[in-house]
């Protein structure tokens, strides 16, 4: 009988197949879970990488196809795949190399959830207000980071203004807004409110970081992002900043905006991101005397989680004081947390806090800064992906320019 392969011979094989991303093999970085040989030459191998229905994952799957298939002595070979652990994306942005931030930034931080959308205008802001709110009014340490640096809204939102102290260590003070939730935005270092901002690329990437790094965070449950609408840019900077972040993705319910919305889970599924769930938003809307419109349509909020196999955290009903809660920064879940939409809201929270908390939240150790994407997959046919998001948010056209390093603005002691 032909000697079958060896477990030794596929590993090795395995050593040839490199990540895009990092530049190393999947040995090397240590994601194969698993590798099986049969006595009949059938070869199953299991990697702990990306999202189901991830690009990355149809790329290894393809590779590793075709290098054990050509071993000889395998008769087929299957790839399977496994979410990483916290602790496995925490090692691959180490191994990896990622521009991560320095050691100990965001120690205390045992969650961060980015709030992200396809298009403008679908609620991220008021639900990363009041998630963060209701958070906290579910007993967690909450903190609402605006990382939509363009269009900065959260401050209003919370109903928090002024310009943050700097500790002894140099560190910058969030400030607190009501039930104690810490909040942290470029509104804080502008001379004036209203304030137009220019920045893109580099300087996006930096001032994030800097909010990541140089804010005084403290222990905290949840961080909760408000990104911009069309998420490129921002994306690429948290994935490399905070691998074990995860998003949540906002729609709107009617198809078309579904589709919008599935966009943006695909960038995050590029940049290897987890989706906690679907947040399903200004659906339907009921009249003092109990009748019900669908203004919006119907279904796309459960239509995008089974599509991306996550679950659909909540549907928040349109509701008037919830946008008037947000314009006058006060947020609806503690102004008037029997509201339906507060009801609503607060059920997404819990079905934050029931995931899977993950224990030890740290981040990569700083890398030269590169944000230059790594060779694609060396195989025929690999797609690398495209730089940047088709719906990234344009600059402002006008307004007066911010110039210099960020957060480098005028602090007070
Ligand atoms: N469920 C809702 N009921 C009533 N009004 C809502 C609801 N959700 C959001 N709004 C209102 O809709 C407007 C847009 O919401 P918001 O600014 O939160 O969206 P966004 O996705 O952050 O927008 P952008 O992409 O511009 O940042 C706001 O005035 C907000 O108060
Ligand atoms: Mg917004």
């Not at 990697?47 to 000889?72: C, F, K, M, N, T």
């Not at 998420?231 to 729609?251: C, E, K």
């Not at 089974?306 to 879940?333: F, T, Y």
């Not at 030890?360 to 495209?386: D, I, N, Y």
Request: aromatic content about 4%.
């Amino acid at each position: 009988m032909d000697a079958v392969v060896t477990s030794e011979q596929v590993r090795e094989v395995l050593g040839s197949v490199v990540d895009p991303e990092r530049g190393q093999s999947v040995v090397d970085l240590g994601i194969v879970r698993s590798v099986d040989v049969a006595d009949d030459g059938r070869v199953a191998v299991v990697l702990a990488v990306g999202a189901p229905g991830s690009p990355i994952r149809a790329q290894y799957e393809g590779v590793i196809r075709d290098r054990v298939g050509a071993l000889h002595g395998v008769s087929s070979v299957t790839v399977g795949f496994d979410l990483p652990s916290a602790e496995e994306k925490e090692a691959l942005g180490k191994r990896g190399q990622k521009g991560g931030l320095p050691e100990g930034a965001l120690a205390g931080v045992k969650n961060v959830i980015c709030v992200a959308s396809g298009k403008g205008g679908v609620g991220k802001s008021t639900l990363t207000a009041n998630l963060a709110a209701a958070l906290a009014a579910e007993g967690k340490r909450a903190a609402a980071l605006d990382a939509d640096v363009w269009g900065y809204s959260i401050p209003r939102m919370l109903g928090v203004h002024g310009r943050p102290t700097v500790n002894a260590d140099r560190k910058i003070n969030p400030l607190e807004a009501a039930a104690g939730v810490k909040v942290m935005s470029i509104e804080f270092f502008l001379e004036a409110q209203d304030q137009a901002i220019v920045w893109r690329g580099p300087m996006l990437h930096k001032a994030i970081k800097q909010f990541l790094q140089d804010v005084e965070w403290g222990e905290v449950d949840f961080l909760v992002l408000d990104l911009p609408p069309g998420t490129g840019d921002v994306s690429m900077t948290l994935a490399q900043l905070i691998p074990s972040a995860r998003m949540v993705i906002v729609t709107t319910p009617q198809p078309a905006a579904q589709k919008v919305a599935h966009r943006a889970s695909e960038l995050a599924r590029r940049f290897d991101l987890e989706i906690a769930g679907v947040i399903e938003n200004m659906s339907g809307f009921t009249t003092p005397s109990g009748e019900r419109f669908t203004i919006f349509g119907e279904g796309g909020g459960q239509l995008l989680a089974d599509e991306l196999d996550v679950p659909l955290l909540a549907k928040i009903p349109l509701q008037e004081s919830l946008r008037v809660g947000a314009d006058e920064g006060r947020p609806l879940v503690l102004d008037d947390p029997h509201a339906p939409a507060s009801q609503s809201i607060r059920q997404a929270a819990r079905g934050l806090i029931a995931m899977a908390p993950i224990p030890a939240f740290e981040v990569p150790p700083a890398a030269p800064a590169s944000s230059g994407r790594r060779s694609a997959l060396p195989t025929a046919g690999a797609q690398k992906p495209p730089a940047e998001s088709p719906d990234a948010a344009p600059p402002p056209e006008q307004g007066p320019k911010v110039t210099g390093t960020p957060l480098s603005l005028p602090l007070s002691r």
